[in-house]
């Protein structure tokens, strides 16, 4: 006979899953209070499986932002254009480089900047008289520039430019190149000045457009009449779109949102718009005025005699921070250090605050500086190469070029379609992949109660970019001056923000900044470079500038239409309910 | 009070527990599918920002979000400790700085009932 037990199934199941412990939450605090060391130890299991979705998720944000980019590029180089990728394994570390250090470097962005910055911006309004933190807000916007990872790009690029060609071009990026990073800076600078006082007063963003637009405009055509200043209008329009990256944005905004809620003005949802808008114009004007200098300073044969001069001695032995490694390592520390410590000087002299986590900032701080050191390896090894080399590609496809066996491929008219039709979807695809312009879209359409909704932002904003850089492609390749773009386009820009409302206007304008990025900015540089010396173009800029003014132009489009869809609606609305009073 | 058949009528349920999971941002979800695999029909998440134990972890904190994900799910009690388990073990709950987990009572919890479940439940009484 058998002897029978009965167990519940579900006991069972219970007690063979996991097995449980009781303790008293009392008895375990007073063992902490008694020994404040015990429990820190960790397992390796533990650690592995903190560190590992840590890792894996910051890996793949960047992976995910930088890899269908550059598979974009390269497969249209080798199915469209029928030509290997040069040095691919030099090209693709470059990339994994980029990759890596740029998720280094948003991590130490997060841990080491960003809580000195809110900190300063939190208690900085508190403690000071508004004069004096507009100068450290001043200040503070000069350093941001400087920490922007896409400024490297604009010195990479002006290595690319032929100096007997555009002197004065050549002369800002290379010789003057601090200046201009400086005067980028000052640029910003005053923007986050007059944001801050715009959100302290509440004043409206329209007369700010028309009144930084003007000069930027007037100096345009000036810059147009005279042959050697018209060489830099693109750079000067370029560096507005450059200034607005992963640094800038959060920084300046912690700032201005912290000005603002001790003012005791409660944050409007439009509080952080209007900064990014002016801290892209002003650098133009700051940029034209900087070039207005040089040309009266120094003529074009002493430029180029200089320039000239030294290559064959230089090419020697130069110094090990000229040389690559070397060079990275150097404006990688430069680009940082500096922002640091002038927010360590304003935490600890002005406000006499005490780091909190000091263990964990410098912690994110390493990570910056390594981060950027290494994002500007692969800037240049990586990004630069595949735009450059693209960008050198393309009038294979519609012209002869030496370098290109049977080229033109296309022939004429089908070559042009294919390079705008490849412009437009590199600017539409990059755009549309950008997770900052998702955040965007998600405060407009909260800010709009869903009548623009996000998914018709990004689109909007993903074809003003399309076109703005195909529009770009098609300046370079047929040399048309950028003066006959710009001006129409923000006459365009200025009438729509006449007609639009004052949210709009704030969106819109502010939708231009968010769309280059430290990924974007790179590529299509250097591939507006590598375009410009293939057709021999004198200056291969100006792609980014119709990249900004794309999506202005379209998002105030879009708003125009939405409001009056809007209205449209209202009125019938309103028809309707008068029709069934009447019927009653 | 006359049964009137204009009258609403709402069904009580007891026997529910409340199981608060406290996640980092973005492992919600794991939890929640683990417990719908365990039985659990809904569940609902919100977001919170809160910290821990920071000295606990030392640099390794860096590794922890302070943005946190809450998963609040209904259960009957009779389940409630499996779906329990299984989320405790979806969410690595015994690792330091991933979260915690805790189980109420809840006294009643009222909403839809598919009338063909009150049929069924009538013809067994």
């Known amino acids: 006979m058998m002897a029978y037990q009965k167990i519940r199934f579900a006991t069972f199941v219970q007690n063979a899953w996991i097995r449980h412990r009781s303790i008293s939450y009392n008895d375990v605090f007073k063992i902490k209070q008694a020994d404040q060391t015990i429990g820190l130890s960790l397992r390796k299991i533990d650690i592995y499986r903190l560190v590992q979705p840590y890792l894996q998720t910051r890996l793949l944000e960047q992976c995910r932002a930088v890899v269908p980019l550059v598979l974009y590029l390269a497969l249209f180089q080798i199915l469209v254009m029928h030509h290997q990728i040069d040095q691919i394994w030099l090209v693709l570390s470059g990339v994994l480089a980029v990759i890596l250090g740029l998720m280094l470097f ?22 000071l008289p508004l004069p004096m933190v507009l100068l450290i807000a001043f200040l503070l916007g000069i350093g941001v520039t400087f920490a922007e990872p896409a400024i490297g790009a604009l010195k990479t690029a002006g290595s690319i430019v032929d100096v007997t060609q555009a002197p004065y071009l050549y002369a800002m990026l290379n010789d003057w190149a601090g200046v201009l990073v400086m005067s980028v800076g000052a640029g910003v600078g005053l923007a986050v000045v007059t944001g801050t006082l715009r959100l302290l007063n509440g004043w409206s963003l329209k007369p700010f457009i028309y009144a930084a637009l003007a000069p930027a405009l007037l100096l345009t055509v000036y810059f147009m009449m005279d042959a050697e200043l018209s060489k830099v209008i693109g750079l000067a329009w370029d560096c507005g779109a450059v200034t607005t990256g992963p640094v800038t944005v959060p920084l300046v905004l ?27 114009i ?41 040389t690559s490694p070397g060079q990275e390592v150097i404006s990688g520390v430069r680009a940082i250090v500096p922002l640091i410590v002038f927010l360590m000087i304003v935490l600890k002299l002005f ?38 080399m693209v960008g050198a590609l393309l009038p294979a496809a519609f012209t002869g070029l030496d370098s290109v066996a049977n ?5 004429f008219a089908l070559g042009v379609v294919v390079v705008v039709a490849f412009a437009w979807l590199l600017g539409f695809g990059a755009t549309l992949a950008e997770p900052a312009l998702n955040a965007l879209g998600q405060t407009v ?140 | ?102 189980m109420t009572q809840i006294e009643k919890a009222a909403t839809y009932m598919p009338p063909d479940v009150l049929m069924a439940l009538r013809e067994q009484a």
């Open chain 1, 282 to 322: 002003f650098p133009i004007v700051a940029v034209m005025l900087l070039a207005l200098y040089v040309t009266s300073t120094t003529s074009a044969e002493a430029i180029i005699a200089i320039a000239s001069q030294p290559t064959i001695a230089a090419a020697v032995n130069l110094p090990w921070y000229e």
């Open chain 1, 445 to 584: 359409e909260t800010l709009t109660q869903g009548s623009f909704k996000k998914q018709t932002l990004i689109v909007a904003v993903s074809i003003g970019v399309g076109f703005g850089i195909a529009i770009g492609v098609l300046k370079i390749t047929f040399d048309i001056p950028l003066a006959y773009l710009l001006i129409p386009a923000y006459a365009a820009a200025l009438l729509l923000t006449y007609f639009s409302s004052e949210e709009f206007v704030n969106i819109a304008w502010d939708s231009a900044g968010v769309t280059t990025g430290p990924i974007t900015v790179p590529l299509v540089l250097a591939m507006g470079l590598g375009l410009g010396s293939a057709v021999n173009a004198v200056e291969g800029f100006g792609i980014l500038s119709m990249a900004s003014i794309g999506p202005i132009v379209a998002v105030l489009g879009t708003g125009l239409w939405v409001q009056w869809q809007a209205n449209k609606r209202q009125h019938l609305l309103d028809d309707e309910l008068t029709l069934q009073e009447n019927g009653t």
């Open chain 1, 351 to 388: 406000l006499r605050e005490r780091v909190h986590h000091v263990a964990i900032t410098v912690y994110g701080i390493t990570l910056c500086v390594l981060g950027m050191i290494i994002f500007n390896l692969g800037l240049t090894f990586g990004l630069v190469q595949i735009g450059d």
């Open chain 1, 106 to 127: 948003m991590e130490g962005l997060k841990h080491g900047l960003m809580p000195l910055g809110e900190g300063i911006g939190h208690s900085l309004p508190r403690k």
């Open chain 1, 407 to 411: 080229s033109p491929l296309y022939g």
């Open chain 2, 1 to 102: 009070m006359k049964n009137n058949d204009n009258m609403q009528t709402m069904t009580v349920l007891t026997d529910v527990c409340l199981i608060t999971c406290i996640v980092q941002r973005g492992s919600a979800d794991k939890v929640v599918s683990a417990a719908q695999d365990a039985g659990a029909h809904g569940a609902t998440i919100y977001y919170a920002q809160g910290t821990g134990e920071q000295q606990l972890l030392g640099v390794l904190s860096v590794a922890v979000e302070s943005e946190k994900e809450i998963v609040e799910i209904l259960v009957p009690s009779d389940y409630a400790n499996h779906i329990y388990e299984a989320m405790f073990i979806a969410g690595e709950l015994d690792t330091p700085g991933m979260g915690v987990i805790y």
């Open chain 1, 254 to 280: 912690a700032l201005g949102i912290g000005v603002a809620a001790a003012s005791g003005k409660a944050d409007s949802p439009l509080s952080g718009f209007g900064v990014v808008t002016l801290a892209s």
